[in-house]
């Protein structure tokens, strides 16, 4: 698949549709060569409490994928 057919198809393909077949690759030892990854999380809907303190700040975690050059997960 060429750079703008893949690019493109964020446009037309549902993201769960898209994670799914990431996934399936994923899954049958076959992966895509990519330089980034992004993912934008969306973050809690009302603050959030540990042992009575406020929790001000929360890192992001993701997996990088074999292949792939860099990941960046962000909240939202």
Known sequence: ???QELSSLGDTAPPRLINLASRALTGAGLSV???VAVSSVA???MPLYVAGARVDHI???SLLLPKS???VTVFS
């Open 1 to 3: 698949m060429r750079g």
């Open 33 to 35: 060569p990519m330089n």
């Open 43 to 45: 973050g809690p809907p």
């Open 59 to 61: 890192d992001p975690m």
């Open 69 to 71: 050059g860099l990941d």
